[in-house]
């Protein structure tokens, strides 16, 4: 996934087609600039622990519904890339195991793995391939929180959650937590609305380290694919405007099948 809480690389700006495949992650920030009055936030990670989804694995199809490559562009300079590559295969098994897979005409196949604190990813027509271990740099890790709207065990591995307030999104009732990665508690954060029913993301937002909003998630359409376990299948990304960027539609759910650790494998 691109590198958006800080500037990106030149080495994901290469591998597009990797960072595509996240683009259910909703295009995730990376730890912008710090301030010097940022206050770090107690660890609550046992309040938010009752929300966390007990979601064995899934395996789903994500699409792009809608493109606004100039909305886009608002959020983040490489976000009109990032979201063009418009169909992508995603795997989940708990805690922290991920795996997104894409396909493109002109780059071929590539594969991006999670498993833990440890990150793969490889497009094979490019000749490229990294894995790298990033225990010391949470703010570069994902979880099924970016990916499908879901706090999962492993989110909290390396996020710390504060609980702001209740407040009503339209007939749901919903808990307003403040999320920051451990040990960058001055860069860049999310406020999420989770449903105090389902335990689904209504709303994310993701705002720079001086709390300006950078972007805006909304979630809907959810529906119960396991007994008691419910899943987003509709976000609509907008950004700080207030204008529809992009859409993405999830199908093709399959949740707990079994998956086993062979997919989660990093590639040597």
Not at 261 to 266: A, G, M
Request: net charge positive; charged share 25%; aromatic share 8%.
């Amino acid at each position: 996934m691109i590198d958006y809480r800080r500037s990106p690389s030149s080495l994901f700006r290469t591998v597009v087609t990797v960072t595509a495949v996240a683009t259910l992650a909703l295009a995730l920030p990376r730890a912008l600039a710090p301030v010097a009055h940022a206050e770090p936030l107690p660890a609550v990670r046992g309040d938010i622990a009752k929300l966390a989804t007990t979601l064995a694995d899934l395996e789903a199809t994500i699409r792009v519904t809608k493109f606004d490559s100039a909305e886009l562009e608002k959020i983040g300079s490489d976000f009109k890339t990032t979201y063009s590559l418009r169909t992508l295969t995603f795997q989940y098994k708990q805690p922290d195991k991920i795996r997104l897979e894409g396909h493109s005409q002109t780059r071929g196949g590539a594969v991006l793995i999670m498993n833990g604190a440890m990150r793969s990813y490889e497009v094979p027509k490019l000749k490229l391939h990294k894995t790298e271990n990033l225990e010391a740099h949470p703010g570069k890790r994902q979880s099924l929180l970016e990916f499908a709207g879901l706090v999962s065990p492993g989110t909290l591995q390396f996020m710390d959650a504060k609980l702001l307030r209740e407040e009503k999104i339209g007939d749901h009732d919903s808990l307003v937590y403040e999320m920051r990665f451990q040990g960058e508690e001055k860069n860049s954060f999310y406020r999420i609305w989770i449903d105090k029913q389902t335990h689904v993301s209504l709303k994310r937002e993701w705002c720079d380290s001086a709390g300006k909003l950078r972007a805006t998630f909304l979630y809907t359409e959810p529906k119960e694919i396991a007994p008691g376990i419910w899943l987003p299948t509709k976000v609509e990304v907008k950004n700080a405007e207030g204008m529809t960027a992009a859409v993405l539609a999830m199908s093709e759910i399959k949740p707990n099948q079994g998956l086993t650790d062979e997919p989660f494998t990093l590639a040597q």
